[in-house]
């Protein structure tokens, strides 16, 4: 049985005050039946694995370089962000793949190099507007799963989210329809390419604009296995209910 995944990526967003949300959200949630991962800005991986120490709640971070070490100013290494307390972190997020001109095979060193260093490596892809209405959803995400996904990766040490591009902070979502159209053609893929026991291991987040109020609705869809949230996750009165909704889809 897959264990859900509730994750929060907080983007650049947080200051240490922000830490609080943490502490009220640890309270809510003592002993949830799901994974809770909150990915707070670098800055906060420390401290927020101090405060959280003792709690359900897991610290992810938003990025790590191919490197371990190196002349890469600026980047931080998986071992880097192991070091601070992390256990998880994102890698292909399309803002990052937008935004830094990440392809598919960066994609694919990151989540290596995060594996390697003991994190567990969210990989995320997803369609733009555009590749959707050309109706080309379909290969372009059996493309990036191709090239995004290292060979060394397990359903215990690596977690696939679907975001489609057009869905990211704009209030639109994809319909349930859309949404177990992808997931399913996702773990048809994986289990081609690492077998049946395997391909089912892996879980499937969904990401793109999860609220409260449609967070019932997207976890009924067949091999949706979480959420990846992204403005909602900044205020536990937002986050709290689709973690509740969450548990509440779990066996």
């Known amino acids: 049985m897959r264990r859900k995944i509730a994750a929060g990526n907080w983007k650049m ?37 101090a405060q959280t120490g003792t709690t359900a709640i897991a610290i992810g971070a938003q990025d790590c370089h191919t490197a371990t070490t190196g002349a890469h100013t600026g980047d931080t290494s998986a071992q880097m962000l192991s ?7 994102l890698v292909g997020h399309s803002e990052r793949r937008c935004d830094h001109d990440e392809t598919d095979r960066v994609v694919c060193g990151k989540a290596q190099a995060a594996i390697a260093q003991g994190l567990i490596a969210i990989i995320c892809l997803g369609e733009t507007l555009q590749q959707r209405e050309a109706g080309s959803t379909l290969e372009v995400i059996a493309d990036q799963l191709a090239a995004s996904i290292p060979d060394i990766a397990t359903g215990e040490t ?14 639109l979502v994809a319909t349930a329809a859309q949404i177990g159209e992808v997931h399913g053609f996702i773990r048809a893929q994986l289990i081609k390419r690492f ?9 499937l ?11 019932d609705e997207i976890f009924a869809v067949a091999d949706v296995d979480g959420a990846l949230v992204g403005g909602a996750s ?17 066996p």
């Open 13 to 49: 967003n947080g200051t240490l005050t922000q830490l609080e949300h943490l502490n009220v959200l640890a309270k809510r949630h003592p002993t949830p039946k799901v994974d809770i991962v909150v990915c707070p800005p670098n800055t906060l991986i420390a401290p927020a694995t």
């Open 83 to 89: 070091e601070a307390g992390a256990s998880h972190v």
């Open 158 to 171: 690596a977690v696939i989210a679907y975001e489609p591009v057009w869905a990211i902070g704009t209030g």
């Open 195 to 203: 077998g049946e026991d395997a391909g089912q291991r892996f879980r």
């Open 205 to 215: 987040l969904y990401g793109g604009s999860v609220k409260a109020g449609n967070a």
């Open 234 to 250: 900044l205020n536990c009165d937002d986050f709290s209910p689709i973690i509740t909704a969450l548990e509440n889809s779990s």
